[in-house]
């Protein structure tokens, strides 16, 4: 009856719906990463916007429009990579490859966060090549206890990206009833939280970039730099908001 009720709800692998989260969730999360840690975001900045952000380097638009909305684990979602001329916005999926030990079926629902970059999985996905920009206008916390999320923005509306890391061209099964895909997923990294976020998430919250400076040293830098940027924003840099901004 509930199966009926809810055709496209998937409880048994662990996909996210936005009002039901399995207690599996994700299936193929490590170990060693957070549990869910922001698995929800919005976005309102158009391409434009975000293209002024980088003026001065080569932009491709391969995503289209970019229309606001909020964003869940295997949801298609815009990203800046390197392109080849230049920086490039595009579109990829939520969640990158699972560590294959972790995975009991064929089915890989992906990995959100990277926490433990020190893993073996992630070291061949942490050099300039491979790493994303995300954008971001807010992100959720989940609360707990079925009482729904908590929202943060930017405490002075400056722009966001998260620390990312992607791949393209990954063919795995993502949903047992879609078979095998070939995609460009995402991810990103995550650290120890910041006041703000802590008194919601005491483990963790996502890497969030906040200047030019930081995006850039995050899309080129050696990883032994790059990696110094895995770390709270300051204190008093976000603010709660009632929901997605």
Not at 5 to 28: I, K, M, N, Q
Not at 44 to 63: E, K, P, S, W, Y
Not at 224 to 235: H, K, N, S, T
Not at 236 to 241: D, I, K, P, T
Request: glycine share 8%; charged share 20%.
């Amino acid at each position: 009856m509930f199966a009926d009720t809810f055709p496209d709800l998937e409880l048994a692998d662990g996909t996210v719906s936005p009002w039901y989260r399995s207690p599996h969730l994700p299936f193929g999360r490590a170990p060693e990463e957070d549990e869910d840690v922001c698995n929800l975001y919005s976005n309102t900045r158009a391409v434009d916007a975000i293209r002024q952000l980088f003026a001065g380097h080569v932009f491709a638009n391969v995503a289209g429009n970019l229309e606001p909305g909020q964003f869940y684990p295997d949801q298609l979602a815009p990203i800046l990579r390197h392109g080849a001329e230049g920086l490039e916005l595009s579109k990829a999926r939520w969640g990158m490859p699972s560590p294959p030990s972790v995975l009991k079926t064929a089915r890989d629902p992906g990995v959100t966060n990277v926490r433990n970059t020190a893993s073996p999985h992630w070291r061949r996905w942490l050099g300039p090549a491979h790493r994303c920009l995300v954008p971001l206008t807010s992100f959720a916390e989940p609360l707990g206890a079925g009482r729904g999320n908590q929202w943060f923005a930017a405490a002075d509306e400056q722009p966001l990206f998260f620390a990312g890391v992607q791949v393209r061209g990954w063919t795995s099964v993502r949903k047992v009833k879609d078979g095998e895909t070939t995609d460009d997923l995402f991810a990103f990294l995550t650290c120890p939280p910041n006041a703000e976020v802590a008194a919601v998430h005491p483990k963790a919250m996502p890497v969030i970039l906040t200047g030019r400076d930081e995006w850039e040293a995050w899309l080129t830098q050696p990883f032994e730099m790059a990696i110094r940027l895995q770390r709270p924003l300051p204190d008093g840099a976000l603010r709660l908001v009632d929901g997605p901004a």
